[in-house]
């Protein structure tokens, strides 16, 4: 996946560049350069963005499944995401979700997680 295609969803729920070098496990220098050519976002780096793109098409849907919210209509997703991801959760095992979305696995623990808190599973 082209480097600039990963940084575009995760550019729009983070704060600056250092929190998308820490996202996508890379280091300053590497990214800046990755950035520089245009390269490929390939392995764990490739792999965090689309999550986060599941992960904001997630809320949105649960959001649409609750029409009679008042809040729904003024709530900002990808603010919330973006928070969210980055807060330690007890079911993740203290880790926060950004730090497990690297892998398959992990994208789909944070997805199970946020399904357990729509249906008030997890508290």
């Known amino acids: 996946m ?7 969803p995760i550019d729009g729920i983070f704060d600056g560049t250092v929190t998308f070098q820490t996202f996508v496990h890379s280091p300053k220098a590497d990214s800046i350069k990755k950035m520089r050519e245009e390269s490929l976002c390939a392995g764990t780096n490739g792999q965090s963005a689309p999550g986060v793109t ?8 649960m959001l649409a499944a609750e029409p009679d919210r008042a809040e729904a209509g003024t709530f900002d997703v990808e ?3 973006g928070d969210w991801i980055q807060r330690p959760q007890p079911a993740l095992g203290g880790r926060a979700p950004a730090e497990v979305m690297d892998t398959p696995a992990g994208r789909d623990s944070v997805m199970r997680l946020l399904s357990a808190i729509q249906s008030g599973a997890y508290q």
């Open 2 to 8: 082209p480097y600039q295609v990963v940084r575009e």
């Open 54 to 61: 599941e992960l904001i098409n997630r809320v949105e849907d």
């Open 79 to 81: 603010r919330w995401v």
